[in-house]
């Protein structure tokens, strides 16, 4: 009796429930929480795993908003490629002392101060939109992912945007700065030699010649790195024999 | 051989020879073998050209125009006798481009003055504008060439006992007579090349005086000889003495040259021509013009060659009359045609010369010149130069200081005679007489050999003005060659001593004639040419024939002048007083005993080199003066250059009344003659018996003549004051005005200057505070800002990466509340 | 059993009658991006590990991209869909952006590392003035 009654009680609230706001909640508290969560955790390998989860529900959030492409871009991208990428840092770099360093108290005070500051302008700055807190008056299900394609390409097919031209050459500028910052960064990022000994790596290491490096760069980094060795080694010849 | 053409060639040459040696040691001297020896070598060998070209130059004109016995007592009784076709009129010069002129000695005739023959011409012209002309040129008469001779050869007996005697100069040299502000002597390279080098430009420069065919040339190496006489005077220029010689030589000669550039003004501004000769010129239509030289001018052939006024100083002087003209002519209505009036003045010319225009003008131009040489030749009053003059090297004394230089004056007189008028010929025989008496005196009681010899020169010198003053040019001029021999003669020996002695006071020396035997001997013949010794009406040296030739003109003139005959008084005491001093000194020098026994033990015979010009000048001192069998002689030489219309009388003067120039030949007759050779014999007798019974015998002590007329005595030894006098009147005042103008200077034109620099540099203060205090402070302090502001904001560049996210986040944030207080009412309105 | 039936009937009317029958808003969005921002400010500023501070930037990033896409939503909006596909093709290049700046941060890092053998951004102080 008493259960049905409870649940007699519940189901017409459950009922009453804003599915929509209920998700958005949900996905609302998950995105702030663990982006809060990477800010207080000290631990880097947490705070990337943090991340990772703040921005699967920002995902959410973007499904929630009728933007299933974005959302699955945001996915696909960020979660699985950025944050692999970020993850990756996380693991050539994580030696003891650097898995967690302290910020002094000074520091943490005093960020806290901006961020609060900040916090507090930009809620001020949004809720005074009125127009902004008004929901909207209908449903619509409008698929966004084919006039996004379109429009990506050039060709505008949804109504607001009749008459506009398309993102053709924003998207082609941006696959060849994606193109020149994927060279870009193979290159800050690869294993560099330096172009002389030092003297005192040379003096160091009088008798065990230093070994080539492997190979791995341009031929002329090749050719180079085995005459900087010959004259290494014929100058060590010599040395050996003094 | 064509004269016209050879003369200015070989004498041309002969001029320029020493040039070459000047140039060449004046570049190369130091590197003429060890320490210049050999520009010795050089300047010798280049006078030796000279004397050589010299020589055939002689040769060439004896061969044209041969010397006889008649051309010696030409004047108007005898006629000419000279060779038709020796002159070529307007014929081409030897290859200077110049044009020739001759003039023959045949052209009047019988009767009447002759012309001496003569060759003119330019080499080069400087300058030339309307009818002036500036140019190099030359005038060879019997005189250039027999001057060309002498010059030559005395330069060349000197410049090869020069190379002996300037020995010390090849090493360095310690000067005794300098003494340095710590006490010792000077102590110098030797200046060997320099001194021929000097030597040299002197040559040249005498010779172009002697070659010169206009007044313009002959100033213009006038004044080279000048400078190469300070040159050698200052030869030894540290020393104090040396160096005020040869600037009061060169300043003294100034004042006589500024008299000679008015004579030259006088005759450019009023004839418009300085040549000496006659000239063909081309006009702008091409036809020939003659233009007459100043001799034509002064003496022209259309007068019998008597003096005149020339046409061009009588319309100088009547000025206001030809302007009358010219205002007449115009009121006529031919004002606009020059050719009227200017014979409109031609023909009245006469006139105003009778009137007695133009002939003041005539006597500055005479007197001017005249100034030159009183400059140069050392004449009262400007003769103080001379004695202190011989400071330079003997050498020099001898060549420069007696035998050449101080001749260019005497020389330039002889040479413009014939422009002389009676009355500047007085004037000359004034100033040749005082010099002479007063430089005698002098010699008197000189005791330095060098001084002695020195005013002997300059008494020497009035003689031959005095000559040339009372009509005896050829008397004057001859006595200048015999005494250029002797005299170069006398001062070589007192080189020779002063070499062997080291001093020059003669009171130290005495005996030498054993020691130095050929030095004394030729010294000996030099003084007797001196004094004119010789057997009268025989044979006797070179200045017998010379000095008697003045004394009878001088007794000649005193005839004619019945009031002015003190003249010949002045000759024959100056004779007397030469013999006294001359034996004076060979008898203080070479006779008795020696008197310092220092100087005579180290005393010696002076090398050949030395003693061989001593020789040669000793023979031709003796017989210079002798005419050989036939007429062929010096005097006979100086007398076929006699200019036209000199050899008559000239009568009258405007300034001294009464005048008479008697004809020089008068002075050869009989009478005048006998009584002017035994007057000269027995006053120069005297002269050596005086001397001899003071110096030789000491029978009377000079001493005791000193101490009887002690006052007379002191006015020679002071040289009669000059000295002192032309410091009180020249020196003293300038040096007064100096004082007065420095002190101006010093006082008030540097104090304002001074004032307006102090102003000037408070000013400046003031400025600089402005400008370290104000500008710069502005500049620092803007410096200093914009620095302390880098400063401050360097802090704010950590470098922290997390910081400058807080900032930019609370910045952010400040921006927006800033704005929101700001447009408040623009946004929210 | 009873008391979790209580809990449970609890948590649906508190589900019911709070803020789960309100519709959601653009300022909602706003407000989410706002904490993820400011949560990305906070996490660059006291992070002194390069890779937390390149978190940070992600937040930040992603709190922006959150509003892009808020605006551009039809179902958020009274008076239409605001940005519209503008507001959705700006994110999405962000994205990308994001993704690239990632990599060359990234790059950064580890050159920063190897030269410097740490990950300590205060410690990347050359450029101090």
Not at chain 2, 121 to 144: C, F, P
Not at chain 2, 623 to 632: D, E, H, I, K, Y
Request: net charge neutral; aromatic share 10%; glycine share 12%.
């Amino acid at each position: 009796m008493t259960g049905h009654s409870l649940l007699g009680a519940a189901l017409p609230m459950v009922a009453a429930i804003n599915w929509h706001s209920l998700f958005f909640l949900l996905f609302a508290s998950l995105a702030c929480g663990f982006a809060l969560a990477v800010v207080f955790t000290t631990n880097v390998v947490r705070m990337a795993l943090h991340l990772v989860l703040s921005l699967a529900a920002t995902a959410g959030l973007f499904f929630l908003a009728n933007a299933e492409f974005i959302g699955a871009m945001q996915l696909m991208i960020y979660v699985g490629g950025t944050l692999v990428l970020l993850v990756f840092g996380v693991m050539l770099t994580a030696q003891q002392p650097f898995v967690s360093i302290r910020t002094s108290a000074r520091d943490q005070v005093l960020a806290g101060v901006a961020g609060a500051a900040t916090l507090a302008v930009l809620l001020v700055a949004v809720l005074s939109v009125g127009r902004w807190g008004l929901p909207a008056s209908g449903e619509v299900d409008a698929p966004t992912a084919t006039p996004l394609g379109m429009a990506l390409l050039g060709v505008r097919v949804d109504a607001a945007g009749g008459g506009h031209s398309g993102f053709l050459l924003p998207f082609e500028i941006v696959s060849v700065h994606l193109l020149v910052v994927l060279v870009g960064a193979a290159y800050l990022a690869r294993a560099k030699r330096r172009r002389t000994p030092r003297p005192v790596d040379v003096l160091a290491s009088a008798d065990p010649p230093l070994a080539p490096r492997p190979a791995v760069a341009v031929p002329g980094g090749v050719t180079r790195g085995a005459s900087r060795s010959a004259l290494v080694g014929s100058g060590d010849a010599a040395g050996g024999g003094a | 051989m064509d004269a016209a053409a050879t003369l200015p060639l070989l004498l041309g040459l002969a001029w320029l020879a020493p040039l070459v040696s000047f140039v060449a040691i004046l570049f190369y001297g130091p590197r003429m073998g060890p320490h210049g020896r050999n520009a010795a070598t050089v300047a010798t060998a280049a006078i030796v050209t000279s004397l050589v070209l010299s020589l055939l130059a002689a040769g060439v004109w004896l061969g044209n125009h041969p010397v006889t016995a008649a051309v010696a007592h030409g004047g108007g009784d005898h006629g000419a006798t000279g060779i038709p076709g020796a002159d070529s009129p307007g014929g081409q010069g030897p290859g200077h481009g110049g044009e020739g002129h001759a003039v023959g000695e045949h052209a009047s005739g019988g009767h009447g003055a002759p012309v001496p023959p003569s060759y003119s011409g330019d080499w080069y012209t400087l300058y030339e504008a309307g009818g002036l002309t500036l140019s190099i040129g030359w005038w060879i008469d019997a005189l250039t060439v027999m001057m060309f001779v002498v010059v030559t050869l005395i330069a060349t007996c000197i410049h090869v006992y020069a190379s002996g005697y300037m020995h010390d100069e090849l090493h360095d040299v310690t000067d005794h007579e300098v003494h340095l502000a710590d006490g010792s002597h000077l102590h110098r390279p030797g200046r060997f090349p320099r001194f021929f080098q000097a030597l040299s430009l002197f040559c040249f420069s005498m010779l172009g005086i002697v070659i010169a065919g206009n007044l313009a040339m002959v100033f213009i190496f006038w004044e080279l000889v000048g400078i190469c006489s300070w040159f050698l005077i200052g030869f030894y220029y540290e020393r104090q003495s040396a160096s005020n010689a040869a600037n009061k030589a060169f300043i003294v000669n100034r004042v006589g040259d500024f008299g000679m550039l008015i004579g030259l003004m006088a005759l450019w501004g009023a004839l418009g021509t300085l040549h000496f000769g006659d000239r063909t010129v081309v006009d702008a239509s091409g036809a020939p013009v003659a233009r007459p030289g100043l001799f034509s001018l002064v003496r022209p052939a259309s007068t019998g060659h008597a003096l005149e006024v020339p046409a061009g100083m009588v319309e100088f002087a009547a000025a206001d009359e030809v302007a009358a003209v010219v205002r007449t002519t115009a009121a006529q209505g031919g004002g606009a045609d020059p050719g009227a009036v200017a014979a409109t003045v031609a023909s009245r010319v006469d006139d105003w010369r009778a009137r007695g225009l133009g002939r003041w003008l005539l006597f500055i131009a005479g007197v001017g010149i005249f100034c030159g040489c009183v400059g140069k030749s050392a004449q009262f009053p400007l003769f103080v130069w001379l004695p202190d003059a011989m400071e330079g090297p003997t050498p020099v004394s001898a060549l420069v200081h007696s035998a050449t230089m101080v001749a260019a004056g005497v020389y330039l007189v002889g040479r413009f005679y014939p422009v002389l008028t009676p009355d500047v010929l007085y004037v000359i025989a004034w100033i040749g007489a005082i010099t002479l008496f007063i430089a005698a005196t002098i010699a008197l009681v000189a005791n330095d050999i060098k001084r002695v010899l020195a005013y002997s020169t300059v008494s020497q010198l009035g003689y031959m003005m005095l000559a040339l003053g009372v009509g005896g040019w050829a008397a004057g001029l001859f006595h200048l060659v015999t005494h250029a021999f002797f005299k170069s003669l006398l001062f070589l020996c007192s080189g020779s001593v002063i070499h062997a002695c080291h001093t020059n006071d003669m009171r130290k020396m005495g005996g030498l004639a054993k020691v130095m035997p050929w030095t004394a001997g030729t010294m000996l013949v030099g003084c007797l040419a001196i004094i004119g010794a010789g057997i009268p009406f025989v044979i006797g040296t070179s200045g017998y024939y010379s000095k008697d030739a003045i004394l009878a003109q001088a007794l000649a003139f005193a005839n004619a002048n019945p009031g002015r005959g003190w003249l010949f008084g002045a000759v024959a005491g100056g004779a007397f007083l030469t013999a006294f001093y001359m034996f004076r000194l060979w008898f203080m020098t070479f006779a008795g005993e020696p008197r310092d026994h220092h100087i005579a033990e180290h005393a010696h015979e002076s090398p050949p080199v030395m003693v061989r010009p001593l020789v040669v000048l000793a023979v031709l001192a003796v017989v210079a003066g002798w005419t050989l069998p036939g007429g062929f002689g010096l005097a006979n030489l100086i007398e076929q250059a006699r200019p036209a219309g000199t050899g008559g009388m000239e009568q009258g003067g405007f300034l001294f009344s009464g005048l008479v120039v008697p004809p020089e030949h008068e002075s050869h007759e009989g009478a005048v003659h006998v009584t002017a050779t035994l007057t000269a014999f027995a006053t120069a007798a005297a002269g050596v018996l005086l001397a001899a019974v003071m110096y030789l015998w000491g029978w009377v002590s000079p001493h005791v003549v000193a101490g009887a007329l002690r006052p007379a005595y002191e006015f020679l030894a002071h040289r009669w004051y000059f000295d002192e006098l032309y410091h009180a009147i020249f020196v003293a005042p300038v040096l007064a005005v100096s004082a007065l103008v420095s002190g101006a200077d010093r006082g008030i034109i540097d104090r304002i200057i001074d004032g307006l620099a102090w102003s000037a540099r408070c000013l400046a203060g003031f400025d600089a505070w402005i400008d370290k205090w104000v500008v710069d402070g502005l500049v620092n302090a803007t410096a200093d800002v914009t620095w302390n502001a880098g400063l401050e904001l360097k802090k704010f560049q950590t470098g922290r990466l997390r910081q400058y996210v807080t900032f930019i986040a609370l910045g952010t944030v400040a921006l927006f509340v800033l704005l929101s207080f700001l447009y408040r009412s623009t946004f929210a309105g | 059993m009873s008391g979790g039936s209580w809990g449970a009937g609890g948590v649906a009317a508190l589900i019911a009658f709070g803020p789960f029958s309100e519709p959601v808003t653009v300022s909602h969005y706003m407000v989410v991006g706002a904490v993820m921002f400011v949560a990305g400010i906070v996490c660059m500023a006291v992070k002194r590990n390069a890779l937390g501070v390149l978190m940070g930037i992600e937040l930040v990033l992603n709190g922006a991209n959150v509003n892009f896409v808020a605006l551009s939503s039809p179902y958020l909006q009274a008076n239409g869909p605001g940005l519209g596909l503008d507001g959705q093709a700006m994110a999405l290049f962000v994205i990308l952006l994001a993704a690239a700046e990632a990599a060359v941060a990234l790059a950064i890092t580890l050159n920063f590392y190897n030269n410097h053998a740490t990950v300590d951004v205060d410690r990347a102080e050359d450029l101090k003035g």
